[in-house]
């Protein structure tokens, strides 16, 4: 994709925030557009009707995620046929036994948008009258369009724990109750009102391909309640730099929501947010657009500034999503948006989660890896910020994305192996320490581990080695690590899924699923033996 010329010195455009390079964005872009309709003007008045379909008007304000209850303009039929919702997805509200979101696309403005929900396919008696988010990106390459989206989401509360609903999307024009729409309904069950057994999955850095296609696939067939993504979701952004020069194309949204469809249309599609999530455009800390396309739980510091934290309890399990760019020493673009609001909140939280009798594990994910010996290396943002508070509340797995591959540590404590995790070993956070686990093979090209660390993993166990590699400083300089943690690695494209029990003897047994099928990892997390 072209970027455009933007007469910055790459010195200078590395120091820019978030919040600078939207400013920027926006200045620049109101600029083009004042030219524009000079030009316009000029040309109409001297009879140049070629210009009638091109005013300037392209780059005008219009409804954003920051205007969500404005009006989108009258339906559009193409080939006498209304246009028909895509890209389903779904997501807990913060009490996933009662509440769920479910959002979709279209492609074009309709009327009257809403969602139908029922017990049975055949009596969808509840409607639900869906948010327009109108989103609108201008031409940021010379080679790119601009792109009008519409994201519609409806909110589901009051719900039955324990349950299988149906439900369709539609609009006038569209009614997915009607016998010849039957085709296009979706299912969903809400959260037990008592613990039980269940599986979740998990990974990151997905994008479009034919390796997330197959990823998406096998994890529909381990029949998970929930699937965490985290971060770097489809990939727009193409560079991920948190610089002004990032490329950016909008319909990878498009592409991305329809290749996902297949499974999130049944499985809360739960994201946070990456350094590729991060969208200058649309507001000034980069998550307009994941505003405009999620509907996530609102129960984190601040859900409409940062839509990639909040936390849910499934069962047993206390989730945390945290949104690591606020902590990033390696790419700092957001580093301290929320001038230390999110790590106070998350002290809280995990102590509220700790002190809940009805949690018997704490799941915590986030894009950027704590402990990593791939490309990335890993973030000492994140060492510095949370993984002291991971400690204090004996967090029982942590699961990153980032580096392109299947990492898994021994139990982490002060930075050292507090006890080593073999391949099918049980370990105990109380007293071993926290697991770490980079789930990062979820679609985008590989990456690769340090000079002459080979993989090994299940059924290709090595002898254990010291790995030289690095973290990132606050200085963004990186710093040399020689580690011991490093215990299963694994250079494919890959999953997590974890099968959780409750009951007198609950346990978290972690599975790491490759593309074809084939286990490479697993281990159990058994607390207070």
């Avoid at 919702?85 to 403005?109: I, K």
Wanted: with cysteine.
């Amino acid at each position: 994709m072209d970027t455009p010329n933007v007469g910055i010195p790459e010195r200078l455009a590395q120091q820019m925030t978030m919040a600078e390079q939207h400013e920027y964005l926006r200045g620049r872009l109101s600029r083009r557009r004042v030219l524009a309709g000079s030009f316009a003007s000029a040309g109409v008045a001297g009879g140049l009707g070629l210009l009638a379909g091109s005013s300037g008007s392209a780059y005008a304000e219009r409804p954003t995620a920051a205007h969500p209850l404005a009006s989108p303009p009258a339906p559009v039929e193409v080939d006498g046929r209304l246009v028909a919702p895509f890209g389903r997805h779904l997501a807990f509200g913060a009490d996933p036994r009662t509440q769920l979101r479910v959002s979709w696309q279209v492609p074009l403005a309709v009327r009257s948008p809403y969602l139908r929900v029922g017990l049975k396919p055949w009596e969808l008696d509840r409607k639900v009258e869906a948010e327009v988010r109108d989103l609108r990106t201008p031409s940021l390459s010379r080679k790119l369009p601009e792109v009008e989206q519409y994201y519609l989401h409806a909110a589901l509360d009051g719900l039955e724990p324990g349950t299988t609903y149906y439900y369709g999307v539609g609009h006038d024009g569209f009614d997915p109750a009607s016998p010849e729409r039957a085709g296009t309904l979706g299912t969903f069950r809400t959260a037990p009102a008592r613990p039980e057994k269940f599986v979740f999955t998990a990974f990151g850095d997905q994008g479009v391909s034919y390796h997330a296609l197959a990823n998406d696939q096998l994890i529909l067939g381990q029949n998970p309640s929930f699937h965490l993504h985290a971060g770097d979701i489809c990939y727009a952004d193409t560079t991920g730099h948190g610089k002004d020069t990032d490329k950016y194309d909008a319909r990878v949204w498009d592409t991305f929501l329809a290749q996902t469809e297949s499974v999130a249309k049944s499985v809360p599609w739960m994201v946070t947010t990456g350094n590729h999530d991060m969208e200058a455009w649309y507001s000034p800390n980069g998550y307009g657009g994941q505003s405009a396309r999620w509907s996530l739980p609102e129960n984190g510091f601040d859900p409409k500034g940062a839509p990639g934290v909040y936390s849910f309890r499934y069962g047993n399990v206390g989730v945390v999503a945290l949104d690591a760019n606020d902590v990033s020493y390696e790419i700092p673009a957001n580093k301290g948006y929320t001038d230390g609001k999110q790590t106070a909140w998350l002290d809280r939280r995990l102590g509220e989660l700790r002190a809940d009798d009805d949690v018997d594990f704490v799941v915590v994910f986030f894009h950027h890896c704590a402990y990593s010996t791939a490309t990335h290396g890993s973030d000492g943002g994140v060492r510095d910020a949370w993984v002291p508070l991971f400690a204090k509340h004996q967090v029982d797995l942590v699961i990153n994305g980032h580096n392109h591959v299947y990492e898994r540590t021994d139990a982490v404590k002060g930075g050292e192996v507090g006890r080593p995790v073999p391949v099918g070993a049980s370990t105990d956070p109380t007293r071993d320490g926290i697991v770490y686990v980079t789930a990062g093979g979820a679609g985008k090209d590989l990456y690769s581990f340090p000079a002459g660390v080979k993989d090994s993993y299940e059924g290709h166990v090595r002898d254990r080695e010291s790995v030289l590699t690095f973290h990132w400083t606050k200085l963004r300089l990186p710093d040399p690590d020689t580690v011991e943690w490093s215990r299963v690695r694994y250079t494919g494209f890959s999953f997590l899924a974890v099968e959780v029990t409750a009951g007198a003897h609950p346990k978290l047994t972690v599975s790491a699923l490759a593309e074809s099928g084939e286990r490479v990892d697993h281990f159990e997390i058994v607390r207070g033996r």
